[in-house]
């Protein structure tokens, strides 16, 4: 009886697992959708920094050399103590699309990166905000109008990719990894029409539709979820596009070690409990089902019970999840993941668990 049990757990677990693969990052594996840029709509970049100096050097001009008809790029300089000052008042002398907002110290009464964006979007010219962080850097010089695009008659937000670069080492194929299963699950849901979360390294929305929401003053106090939270509270079914156009991707330069990673981690994942319900059983559910399935296709061998269905399960499942990865990863243009996804899947799962635990214990998380 108890054998029976297990299996009948096991089998769920499986049929949940193929559902969220097939019919959930199935809808981002077969993504078909292009976004003409018919009317070019003026728009805002908006740019927090801190303390970014040397990655402004790299990162501001592919922005401002943009090949869009008008946008503007602003620039809030959230007290800097490095160079960034003097950098960017050179260089708005040389463009005269750069805006510059000089944010001293005092003026910021809470922590994190909210008070500074709200200025931001608050001193843009126009309504369409794109948003992207100083040390994120620009290949083509038609991230704008990509982005753009996506904006049809009803929508008021999109969501973009934000990559990590490719380096050398374990490390960088787990945070890219990581990255790529972030933006499976928030892309996908986005194309349900149940979209969730977005990134700030890449993410665009109406002005009007900030102020509509009150921006953030549902989650102020809050120092992360400038991004997530924000587009959890704002988007809906019929509001909410994605781009995932090669030409409209960012990058980012990945965390050199373990610890540093697992700290953003810490910070990135402190929002996740302030999403809505329903959102946060989709999340939990798939990573769930997963160590279920495992952990049951484990015991049922130890046992020697039902073998050939493990197997003919566990094959299955393996050869849908690279199915769908390859596919994905294809269209996120990533590489080099692709053979030790299945390890990775496990690993990131277990350390998202592992830094759960440990935001119920600390909740101190810093934006700088």
């Known amino acids: 009886m108890i054998i029976e049990l297990v299996l009948g757990f096991f089998a769920l677990s499986f049929v949940i697992q193929l559902i969220y693969l097939w019919l959930i990052f199935g809808k981002l594996a077969f993504y078909k959708k292009e976004f003409k840029s ?35 790029v602003v620039v809030v300089n959230d007290h800097s103590d490095d160079e960034t000052h003097y950098f960017l008042k050179d260089l708005a002398l040389l463009h005269p699309r750069l805006k510059v907002i000089q944010l001293d110290r005092n003026l910021n009464f809470f922590s994190g990166k ?51 670069q490719v380096k050398k080492g374990v490390l960088n194929k787990i945070i890219r990894f990581d990255t790529l299963l972030a933006a499976m699950h928030y892309l996908s849901f986005a194309i349900l029409k149940s979209p969730y979360m977005g990134v700030g390294r890449n993410l665009a929305y109406s002005k009007a539709m900030f102020y509509e929401r009150k921006g953030f003053i549902n989650h102020y106090t ?23 156009k090669p030409e409209s991707f960012t990058y980012s330069v990945p965390e050199r070690s373990l610890f540093d990673w697992l700290k953003q981690k810490k910070r990135h994942l402190s ?42 399960l566990l094959g299955i499942r393996l050869v849908s999840f690279l199915f769908i ?44």
């Not at 709509?41 to 008008?70: C, F, M, W």
């Not at 120092?223 to 988007?235: M, P, R, T």
């Open 222 to 244: 809050i120092n992360s979820g400038d991004d997530d939270l924000f587009v959890n509270q704002a988007a809906n079914k019929t509001n909410t596009n994605i781009c995932i």
């Open 325 to 368: 990865q390859k596919s994905i990863m294809q269209r996120l243009k990533e590489q080099k993941l692709f053979l030790l996804s299945p390890l990775l899947e496990l690993f990131v799962y277990a350390m998202q668990a592992l830094v759960l635990g440990l935001n119920i214990f600390n909740k101190n998380n810093k934006w700088k």
């Open 271 to 312: 929002t996740s409990t302030f999403y809505k319900t329903k959102h946060r059983i989709y999340l939990s559910l798939y990573p769930f089902s997963l160590f279920v399935f495992y952990t049951l296709a484990f015991c049922l061998i130890f046992v020697n019970e039902w073998l050939i269905v493990v197997y003919v």
């Open 114 to 164: 909210k008070f500074p964006l709200s200025l931001g979007i608050k001193s843009a010219k126009y309504d369409t905000i794109l948003l992207t962080d100083a040390d994120c850097y620009i290949e083509s010089n038609k991230w704008i109008e990509s982005m753009q695009a996506a904006f049809e008659q009803k929508t008021q937000i999109v969501l973009g990719y934000g990559a990590y």
């Open 38 to 72: 018919q009317n070019q709509l003026p728009v805002s970049v908006v740019i927090v920094s801190r303390n970014e100096y040397h990655n402004l050097l790299k990162t501001l001009e592919p922005i401002l050399n943009q090949d869009y008809p008008e946008f503007e």
